[in-house]
């Protein structure tokens, strides 16, 4: 079965700092890779996906997301945080395709950016 | 155009009790699912359903159960509720074609078990 690893629980910056999340996934075929966010109180969001062509995949609100195969990785990016970014982040995985489309979740990673 | 809703947005129950939380969405999408999340255990799939009338087991579905009786509504039901049931309930949907496509959430229902 696949399993999707978040290695950070909680990581905590200064406004304007850079960040970059961890994901990391077990499945060795194709994959559909999602970066969801939630913000304090409230649904989940879509902030990128991977489907296929350029590793590098571009989201709203300036995050960023590299695909690198070799490493079963797709960890997430955004050059300078603001304050409103702070919410907690899911990388899920649809892994091989088929008929369900059912996405496995990471744990999460809650980012707390201080002002 | 609603998008994703749930209801109720909070309960509270007492063991044994039972409860229907309600899903519904208006963008005509065929696979609906429902998760589960608490803390420091992400979202895990409890159920999900590729089709008015169909459902099937996700990764935790013990103690619950669903029905897909329209295409727009997508029902989760606790028959004898318990305090490991305590959680936030989301459920989403998405288009059926394409793999490109995401799921999309609703606002959750946030269910405490005394």
């Known amino acids: 079965a696949q399993s999707v690893s978040q290695h950070n629980h909680h990581v905590i910056l200064s406004e304007a700092a850079s960040l970059e999340l961890g994901c990391n996934y077990s499945?060795?075929?194709?994959?559909?890779l999602f970066w969801y966010v939630q913000y304090p109180g409230q649904h989940l969001q879509l902030l990128l996906k991977?489907?296929?062509?350029?590793?590098l995949v571009k989201g709203i609100k300036g995050f960023e997301a590299e695909f690198i195969k070799s490493k079963f990785s797709f960890n997430l990016r955004k050059p300078s945080v603001q304050w409103s970014d702070t919410a907690e982040y899911f990388c899920?995985?649809?892994?091989?395709?088929?008929?369900?489309?059912?996405?496995?979740f990471g744990k999460g990673t809650l980012l707390t950016v201080n002002p | 155009n609603a998008g994703v809703t749930q209801t109720p947005k909070f309960r509270v129950l007492k063991t044994g009790q039972s409860m229907t939380l309600l899903c519904a969405q208006d963008?005509?999408?065929?696979?609906m699912y429902w998760y589960r999340q608490d803390p420091g255990m992400g979202l895990r799939l409890i159920h999900y359903?590729?089709?008015?009338?169909?459902?099937a087991k996700g990764e935790v579905p013990d103690g619950y159960n669903v029905s897909r009786l329209k295409k727009q509504n997508f029902l989760l039901g606790l028959e004898s509720a318990a305090p490991s049931q305590t959680s936030v309930y989301f459920c989403?949907?998405?288009?059926?074609?394409?793999?490109?496509?995401?799921?999309?959430f609703g606002p959750g229902t946030r269910l405490t078990v005394l």
């Open positions: 963008m005509n999408h065929e696979y």
């Open positions: 991977y489907f296929s062509g350029d590793p």
């Open positions: 359903s590729v089709g008015e009338g169909t459902t």
């Open positions: 989403a949907s998405r288009q059926t074609s394409g793999a490109r496509n995401e799921q999309f």
């Open positions: 499945y060795g075929g194709t994959v559909n």
């Open positions: 899920a995985v649809n892994a091989g395709g088929g008929s369900n489309y059912k996405l496995t």
